[in-house]
Each structure stands twice: as structure tokens, then as C-alpha cells.
Nanobody
Framework: VQLQASGGGLVQTGGSLRLSCAVS????????MGWFRQAPGKEREFVAA????????YYADAVKGRFTIARDNAKNTVNLQMSSLKPEDTAVYYC??????????????????WGQGTLVTVSS
């Protein structure tokens, strides 16, 4: 199983970025997906998740209204559109897949397949 995250970079406060995660090696359309982030010196935290069908999505309070998660089951990708970025959004962002099929979760313990991460830096 491979999860390849991309799209990170340097952006100014208030700017936007779109992260993408390409998934291979599993039946993508049967797995809930999530995005997590880890800032320097902090634990990895939940950002957003989407159910296997795309019918349900979940967001951390810190990003609600600014970030949007979406999936394309035909292309085996899950994206995170980030807008109104703040310096506190600076982190390495990881995509992940649920442990089980046909599920949906916002708990980090329910994800066991991880990508390598992509760095997002928001300058003030």
C-alpha cells in the first residue's frame, strides 16, 4: 500500500494551498481517508476525514470553515483544500487510510496506513 502526499509549500497568511494524496495498493473506494498534521514539538493531530463513499466528512474545530476534504474514487485520490491559512497551520501534513473497509473515523487510532507527509509553512 502506498500513499503519496503532495502539494505542500510556503504560503503567506491568508493564502491557500491544495494538498493531494494518491493511493495505490488497496481498493481505495472502500476505505475512509483522513488528513492529519504534526507541528514541530507537538503530537500528530486530526485535521479532516471523509468516509469511504464521500458522504460524510469530519473536521477539527481549528480548521472548520477553512479546509475542505474531498475524494475522487475514480482517480484514487483524496484532496485537502486549505484556505485562509494561518501561521498555526504550519506543520507536516499526512494522509492516511482507515484500518477497516467501509468505515469513517476521525480518530487517529483508526488509521493504520500512512503517507510520507508534505510540509506546509505559513508565514506571518
Amino acid at each position: 500500500v502506498q500513499l503519496q502526499a503532495s502539494g505542500g509549500g510556503l504560503v503567506q497568511t491568508g493564502g491557500s494551498l491544495r494538498l493531494s494524496c494518491a493511493v495505490s495498493g488497496l481498493t481505495f473506494s472502500r476505505y475512509g481517508m483522513g488528513w492529519f498534521r504534526q507541528a514541530p514539538g507537538k503530537e500528530r493531530e486530526f485535521v479532516a476525514a471523509i468516509s469511504w463513499s464521500g458522504g460524510r466528512s469530519y473536521y477539527a474545530d481549528a480548521v472548520k470553515g477553512r479546509f475542505t476534504i474531498a475524494r475522487d474514487n475514480a482517480k484514487n485520490t483524496v484532496n485537502l483544500q486549505m484556505s485562509s491559512l494561518k501561521p498555526e497551520d504550519t506543520a507536516v501534513y499526512y494522509c492516511a487510510a482507515n484500518k477497516w473497509t467501509l468505515g469513517a473515523s476521525n480518530s487517529i487510532s483508526d488509521f493504520d496506513k500512512w503517507g510520507q507527509g508534505t510540509l506546509v509553512t505559513v508565514s506571518s
